[in-house]
């Protein structure tokens, strides 16, 4: 019977995508009703109909499958779905997930160039075109989620990276809250991270960023560049020990089987945004604008509250490898901030260089440390 099922998945599946219904077909494949060609035929009916409506297309291009939000809380299909309902059906959304139009930079170029109209980055992908933004891998500047929600959406971030970024062609729809970074250690490796002591020796893989790699040298570890596409093997072969993305991310990209710890230690967050190309977003007359932005908004709350149970089901995931999880007591996060925390004068260069002035970093911090209207669950 699941043979079966899987049969006319890949049947109805592969049928869409060769007629270059894709939307249609990552739509029904979410929903989890490949199978059946009821669910198909209607899904594709209604695809077909709304794209036909409209009056603009727009383009979403991701690194992740549909699939991933279980886990990794990207909230693509909600997104699309929104924006459809908000602007009233004046426009369609075509989705390009998986990585199909590139990932990363690549995705910032197009939205950027207007090839498409918006993608979902890292907000490290983002820094080179607003430096400040690069402020968020300072260690403990906004490291637990509620930090980094607490500042993206003060005052202080809206009027001071806002303007930099609109500059360079982009509007920020809204950022994507996933969890902040981990320690997690392979298998064969150090065994469990529970000070900063307990890196001593550890190669610890970084990805190109500078502040990442003063963080890990600072807290004892030995700092190991590897490019994310060789991080798994590094990791299998002990030529990285040990390497700090979201328990999500370390779901969705298959680390499950090689890794034996992980500890929250909330130093930086993994997070990300979806930017849209601002000269078209312009070019929209202000009710389908304001449908966008309310659309964008209603998503935002909806990714805070899927935050905990997508973290849930990742750790659930790792625990059947046998992955334990170590969460940290006030004392001992402390002691991680006391030692590699942004408070220390090695970063004060950082601050001055990204946010403009320790004036201007200090408004930042305190917008962090000020709680808005939000709450999400930490770690």
Same mark, same amino acid.
């Given at each position: 019977?699941?043979?079966?099922?899987?049969?006319?998945?890949?049947?109805?599946?592969?049928?869409?995508?060769?007629?270059?219904?894709?939307?249609?077909?990552?739509?029904?494949?979410?929903?989890?009703?490949?199978?059946?060609?009821?669910?198909?035929?209607?899904?594709?009916?209604?695809?077909?109909?709304?794209?036909?409506?409209?009056?603009?297309?727009?383009?979403?291009?991701?690194?992740y499958?549909?699939?991933?939000?279980?886990?990794?809380?990207?909230?693509?299909?909600?997104?699309?779905?929104?924006?459809?309902?908000?602007?009233?059906g #004046?426009?369609? @959304?075509?989705? %390009?997930?998986?990585?199909?139009? =590139? $990932?990363?930079?690549?995705?910032?170029? *197009?939205?950027?160039?207007?090839?498409?109209?918006?993608?979902?980055?890292?907000?490290?992908?983002?820094?080179?075109?607003?430096?400040?933004?690069?402020?968020?891998?300072?260690?403990?500047?906004c490291?637990?989620?509620?930090?980094?929600?607490?500042?993206?959406?003060?005052?202080?971030?809206?009027?001071?990276?806002?303007?930099?970024?609109?500059?360079?062609?982009?509007k920020?729809?809204?950022?994507?809250?996933?969890?902040?970074?981990?320690?997690?250690?392979?298998?064969?490796?150090?065994?469990?991270?529970?000070?900063?002591?307990?890196?001593?020796?550890?190669?610890?893989?970084?990805?190109?960023?500078?502040?990442?790699?003063?963080?890990y040298?600072?807290?004892?570890?030995?700092?190991?560049?590897?490019?994310?596409?060789?991080?798994?093997?590094?990791i #299998?072969?002990? @030529?990285?020990? %040990?390497?700090?993305?979201s328990? =999500? $991310?370390?779901?969705?990209?298959?680390? *499950?089987?090689?890794?034996?710890?992980?500890?929250?230690?909330?130093?930086?967050?993994?997070?990300?945004?979806?930017?849209?190309?601002?000269?078209?977003?312009?070019?929209?007359?202000?009710?389908?604008?304001?449908?966008?932005?309310?659309?964008?908004?209603?998503?935002?709350?909806?990714?805070?509250?899927?935050?905990?149970?997508?973290?849930?089901?990742?750790?659930?995931?790792?625990?059947?490898?046998?992955?334990?999880?170590?969460s940290l007591?006030?004392?001992?996060?402390a002691?991680?901030?006391?030692?590699?925390?942004?408070?220390?004068?090695?970063?004060?260069?950082?601050?001055?260089?990204?946010?403009?002035?320790?004036?201007?970093f200090?408004?930042?911090?305190?917008?962090?440390?000020?709680?808005?209207?939000?709450?999400?669950h930490?770690?």
């Amino acid at each position: 019977m699941v043979d079966n099922l899987k049969s006319a998945a890949r049947r109805n599946f592969l049928k869409l995508t060769g007629t270059g219904a894709f939307t249609t077909a990552m739509v029904v494949g979410g929903a989890g009703a490949l199978w059946s060609s009821e669910a198909v035929a209607q899904t594709a009916k209604e695809e077909k109909e709304r794209e036909a409506a409209a009056d603009h297309i727009m383009t979403i291009g991701t690194a992740y499958v549909l699939g991933a939000t279980r886990s990794y809380p990207i909230m693509q299909l909600d997104l699309k779905e929104n924006i459809q309902n908000a602007t009233n059906g #004046k426009v369609y @959304v075509k989705l %390009a997930p998986g990585g199909q139009l =590139g $990932a990363g930079g690549a995705l910032v170029q *197009k939205v950027q160039g207007g090839t498409i109209q918006a993608a979902q980055h890292s907000l490290s992908n983002f820094a080179p075109f607003s430096p400040t933004i690069d402020l968020i891998n300072m260690p403990y500047f906004c490291g637990s989620n509620q930090r980094f929600v607490n500042l993206v959406h003060s005052k202080a971030w809206q009027d001071e990276v806002h303007p930099k970024v609109e500059a360079k062609g982009f509007k920020p729809l809204f950022y994507v809250v996933i969890d902040p970074r981990v320690v997690a250690v392979r298998k064969g490796g150090a065994g469990a991270v529970i000070s900063p002591s307990d890196l001593e020796g550890v190669k610890f893989r970084v990805p190109g960023s500078k502040m990442l790699q003063q963080y890990y040298r600072m807290v004892g570890a030995n700092p190991t560049p590897v490019a994310w596409g060789e991080t798994p093997s590094a990791i #299998k072969q002990g @030529v990285a020990d %040990a390497l700090d993305p979201s328990v =999500g $991310a370390l779901h969705v990209f298959g680390f *499950k089987d090689i890794l034996s710890h992980v500890t929250f230690t909330q130093a930086v967050p993994d997070s990300q945004v979806y930017s849209c190309n601002l000269e078209w977003f312009n070019s929209l007359p202000a009710d389908v604008q304001e449908g966008i932005e309310i659309a964008s908004a209603i998503t935002a709350q909806q990714n805070l509250a899927k935050v905990p149970s997508a973290r849930n089901y990742a750790m659930a995931e790792l625990r059947k490898s046998g992955v334990e999880f170590h969460s940290l007591s006030d004392d001992q996060l402390a002691e991680w901030q006391d030692a590699g925390g942004h408070q220390n004068s090695e970063w004060d260069s950082f601050k001055v260089e990204l946010a403009g002035s320790m004036g201007k970093f200090d408004e930042l911090n305190e917008a962090a440390s000020t709680r808005g209207q939000f709450y999400v669950h930490d770690a």
